[in-house]
């Protein structure tokens, strides 16, 4: 059963005003407003628990990360049905994205149990060494605090109230204060019931977990302006995202701003691997453009193609493709807009060509294939912006040399996914050096969309794709962002934490 409210350190409260949940099926719901009051409390009840939240052993941290999974699981049909009317999103994709989550809480549970992202070090001390002696110096990673969390619209569990960032900060030992999506408010608050039953299950302290409501633009300046949050985990939008970015340098106590921003995702086919399969990646590339609504920031939007009898076959095999896609929800009324304008804007672009594409109703997006010559994408950085929904783009390069130079010219990026086969390996070896400096994934003979949840992945990029400057926010080495290292220089044995012991 919904409340409405906010989750404030154990108790549903009231914000200040109210807004409605703008639901696909069913009816909309009023849930109360965020409000800064509501933000200060919140946080100083993070801040009081963190002490104790930190101190506990690391088993008993992956049995709350475990029993929050447990909780999540036991009313998943109920997360489904609202998240659903929510969002649009299929029960079949949020079945899958909630066992991603509960997956994602049990990795992390794992991953803190056997103490390896502790990065424990160890100089022993040298009384005897000449000319100085050397003082017996301990290294390990330490939680920052209290760590505030905006949930991500496309993803309403797995990067939302107990997604990735809250799990990541909640093995670290850092309390979570989430500011919910306004997308899917009623979602967000079933979740916060199962976390607010696994804090009562293990013991918890209450502030260790709150949820703060959309509805108020004044919640999200004021969680990431607050002197008692440590650092701060955002997936959204540029724009916004850059904005709370800027706020967060421009406190007097600049805090880690880790945000997950846009990204077009480039994808190359070369020409052997063209030669051979064009029409099969042209398919493969419109299913993963396409999927989801196209609401993924690894939507591979732009596929760059040597000019040919090959790329022929790949434009129609896409195009053939996306024509068998009916139109479906976006997650948001203003997503679709920006969608509208998005694809609008290539339409009248100069040097631009639509395969195929037409406007939808309402809150619905259908695919749009665009069509253009490497030259002129160099020549209009305005081509190079995110359209986020199923929009692809098809940049045609007179040759490898030209391919290059288009790759050359992104900005920071997720991915960059390269179709390759044997005879390819002598541009591909300078087409992953470009790669490199621009990628936070580099993918070969497959699509960005799908992302892992393991030890190797890395979901970031150089910005503008991420400001994770140096990190992941996806993996088990997401929760490096919510630890720092201390070192401990001849500390008495009896003072070090345990596990340093
Ligand atoms: P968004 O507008 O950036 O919102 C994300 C979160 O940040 C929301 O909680 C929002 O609060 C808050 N926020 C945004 N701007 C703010 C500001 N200036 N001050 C305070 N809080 C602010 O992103 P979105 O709603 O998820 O989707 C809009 C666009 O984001 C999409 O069209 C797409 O381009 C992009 N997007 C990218 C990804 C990705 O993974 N890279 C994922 C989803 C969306 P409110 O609830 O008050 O709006």
């Known amino acids: 059963m919904l409340t409405g409210k906010h989750l404030i350190a154990g108790r549903w409260n009231d914000g200040s005003g109210t807004f409605r949940s703008d639901t696909i099926t069913g009816d909309d719901r009023t849930f109360s407003a965020g409000s800064v009051e509501l933000v200060h409390e919140a946080i100083t009840a993070a801040d009081e628990a963190f002490p104790v939240y930190s101190a506990l052993s690391r088993g008993t ?87 505030a969390v905006f949930g991500a619209s496309n993803f309403p569990l797995a990067f939302s109230t107990a997604g990735g960032d809250t799990a990541a900060a909640l093995a670290a030992g850092c309390p979570v204060v989430v500011k919910g999506h306004s997308a899917h408010p009623g979602t967000g608050e079933l979740v916060a019931q199962a976390i607010e039953k696994a804090i009562g299950r293990c013991g918890m302290p209450l502030g260790v977990f709150s949820l703060i409501q959309g509805g108020n633009r004044a919640v999200g300046h004021a969680l990431v302006q607050h002197p008692s949050i440590k650092a701060v985990g955002f997936t959204g939008s540029l724009a916004g995202g850059r904005s709370l970015f800027d706020l967060a340098m421009a406190r007097p106590e600049p805090i880690p701003f880790f945000g997950e921003l846009g990204s077009i995702n ?16 042209g398919r493969g590339w419109a299913g993963s453009l396409s999927q989801g609504v196209g609401q993924f920031c690894t939507n591979p939007g732009v596929a760059i193609v040597v ?10 095999a896409a195009a053939e493709e996306l024509q068998k896609i009916s139109p479906a929800p976006m997650l948001t009324a203003s997503i679709a807009r920006s969608y509208r304008d998005g694809t609008a804007a290539l339409e009248t672009a100069e040097g631009v060509t639509k395969e195929m594409g037409q406007i939808s109703p309402d809150r619905a997006a259908a695919p749009y294939l665009f069509r ?24 045609e390069a007179s040759d490898v040399r030209d391919l290059l130079e288009v790759a050359r010219s992104f900005e920071g990026q997720l991915t960059f996914t390269v179709h390759l086969d044997d005879d390819d390996c ?31 992945m890395v979901h970031g990029g150089p910005y503008p ?13 997401s929760i490096r962002r919510f630890l720092r290292p201390v070192s401990y220089q001849n500390v008495p044995e009896s003072l070090l934490p345990d596990d340093l012991r």
């Open 465 to 477: 794709a991420s400001t994770n400057f140096g990190a992941t926010s996806v993996g088990t080495m």
């Open 61 to 147: 941290r992956a049995g709350f990360l475990r029993t929050i999974a447990e909780e999540i699981d036991a009313i998943g049909s109920q997360i489904t049905a609202i998240g659903s009317a929510e969002t649009g999103l299929p029960p079949a994709r949020l079945e899958g994205e909630r066992s991603r989550t509960t997956g994602q809480l049990r990795l992390f549970a794992d991953h803190i149990a056997d103490g390896l992202y502790l990065d424990r070090r160890h100089d022993i001390a040298l009384p005897d060494r000449k000319p100085v002696p050397r003082p017996d110096i301990r290294l390990m990673q330490r939680p920052l605090g209290p760590v």
């Open 266 to 281: 480039p994808m190359f086919v070369l020409p052997s691997a063209a030669k051979a399969r064009a029409a099969d990646i």
């Open 426 to 456: 002598g541009v591909a070896r300078e087409l992953l050096l470009i790669a490199e400096r621009k990628a936070g994934r580099i993918l070969c003979n497959g699509y960005p969309t799908g992302v892992e949840i393991c030890d190797a």
């Open 372 to 395: 253009t010559k490497a030259r002129n994408w160099l020549a209009n950085p305005t081509l190079h912006s995110e359209v986020f929904g199923p929009s692809g783009i098809i940049v």
């Open 307 to 316: 000019a040919g009898t090959d790329a022929g076959s790949f434009v129609k």
